[in-house]
């Protein structure tokens, strides 16, 4: 078994959900690096190495959906979880280019679920 | 002066307000009302199979794998669905309230691998296929009974709400028949005990007599602009022969539709300078789960209604159910053939 912890790459413009979700994956065994805007996290892939990326949509200058095609333009190869408060961007084809999208709740159960499924798959 | 039609079979009312208006010609886009694409991805696009989910239908060679390159229509189910497929269900109530768990299928057709190829632009043959596509899709999913109506549309362009310019049509298969095609539906068979036919049947007479509202005619389908037309430039398209459901047309009539279609979105453009729109396609409910299939059957002709996003649906007509529609259908239908 591979014990190097796998690197998660959060994408969230409230910082105080960036500090929920890095103790909580941290707690799940994940490396979480988070990014406040689409610029910095575009940033840090380019400079990094990141096993999963999670990214809220509507964000202050670019939003979800551009980072999203952006990352398509540098790597496929890493899975992207979209988390956001609405529904409504599902009906936008562009979320095809991710592999998830878990609408943001109270538990983190159904985003944990994800993230290791995606991981292990 | 204005005047007030009323549509045949639903019954809505519109106001053809004419003054208010503008020649067809205001309504010509340049490509400078275009929005920019804003992608530089694309999951529809060939090479990119693999991040939808697999197919459940592509016409591609023999050979190829599903969900590899090769493929010239692909269809696959929505990656992120409002509605998931499932088994039969009751209605369900709380108090005076009804509901329903989300079932349903919705699916998309990729008409093509090429991002930048629009329909209009394809051959025959190939709208065609995608035509024929569309009519296996829409028979396998009525196998299941659970599936009351089956709707296929197309949006194109963001004003439309197309998400993506990508060309594709969307087909979505729900528990319960919509709203708008019950009217329908039952406009056309109280219309139909009243006149002893198929009141479409009788409107396609009319409007071969008088001639000003159609604009394209082959042997086996008419596209005309209706009498109580809601919008600019709307336009229907009839099978000239009676016939309820889509999946009742065989391959040569594939081929005549596809034709027409071509003709008439080439006029659009032509006339109108590639405008957004709407397609959708209106047919009876799934005869397997239908109370009298029979009688709608008789009732009942479909058809597919187009409409080019040229102004915008506000107050008065969310409020009123009326539309205001400033182009008479006769003039609309003389400038898509005339192409002024």
């Given at each position: 078994m591979n014990d190097k912890k796998k690197k998660i790459l959060l994408v969230e413009d409230e910082k105080a959900l960036c500090l929920l979700y890095e103790e909580e994956l941290s707690r799940e065994g994940y490396e979480v690096t988070s990014a406040f805007d689409a610029e910095s996290a575009l940033e840090l892939l380019v400079n990094g190495s990141f096993d999963l990326i999670i990214t809220d949509i509507r964000?202050?200058?670019?939003d979800g959906i551009e980072l999203i095609t952006n990352i398509m333009g540098l790597r496929r190869d890493i899975p992207i979880i979209i988390n956001s408060a609405y529904q409504s961007y599902k009906e936008d084809f562009m979320t095809w280019a991710a592999d998830a999208y878990v609408v943001k709740s109270s538990s983190l159960e159904e985003l944990k679920n994800k993230i290791k499924e995606l991981l292990e798959s | 002066m204005s005047e007030l039609r009323k549509d045949l079979v639903t019954g809505r009312w519109v106001i053809i307000a004419t003054e208010r208006s503008k020649r067809p010609d205001d309504f010509r886009r340049n490509n400078l009302d275009r929005p920019a694409e804003r992608i530089g991805f694309c999951p529809f696009c060939e090479g990119n199979e693999r991040k939808t989910p697999p197919e459940v239908y592509a016409l591609r060679p023999k050979k190829t794998p599903p969900d590899t390159p090769g493929w010239r229509v692909r269809v696959v189910p929505?990656?992120?669905?409002a509605l998931n497929p499932g088994k039969p269900v009751q209605k369900l109530t709380q108090g005076v309230h009804q509901w329903l768990p989300g079932l349903g299928v919705h699916e998309v057709v990729i008409e093509n691998p090429d991002h930048k190829l629009e329909l209009s632009e394809l051959p025959v043959e190939h709208i065609s296929d995608i035509l024929g596509v569309i009519n296996s899709r829409i028979e396998a999913i009525e196998t299941?009974?659970?599936?009351r109506y089956v709707q296929v549309f197309k949006n194109k362009g963001r004003e439309a709400g197309a998400s993506l310019s990508h060309p594709h049509t969307q087909i979505v298969a729900t528990p319960i028949v919509p709203k708008r095609a019950k009217e329908e539906i039952y406009g056309a068979l109280q219309k139909f005990r009243q006149l002893k036919e198929c009141v479409f049947c009788r409107k396609i007479r009319q409007e071969e007599e008088e001639g000003?509202?159609?604009v394209l005619k082959n042997e086996k389908f008419i596209a005309g602009t209706p009498f109580a037309s809601r919008f600019p430039f709307e336009v229907v398209i009839y099978p000239i022969t009676h016939s309820d459901h889509f999946t009742d047309l065989s391959g040569k009539d594939l081929i005549s539709l596809a034709s027409i279609l071509k003709e008439l979105l080439g006029k659009l453009k032509a006339t109108l300078g590639d405008p957004p729109f709407n397609l959708m396609l209106h047919q009876s409910p799934n005869p397997a789960a239908s109370r009298d299939p029979q009688e709608t059957a008789a009732a009942y002709h479909w058809h597919i209604e187009l409409f080019p996003i040229l102004t915008k649906v506000a107050g008065f007509e969310w409020g009123t159910g009326f539309y205001i529609n400033p182009v008479s259908p006769e003039t609309a239908a003389e400038s898509l053939r005339t192409g002024f």
């Open positions: 964000m202050p200058g670019k | 929505n990656k992120f669905p299941e009974v659970q599936y000003k509202r159609i």
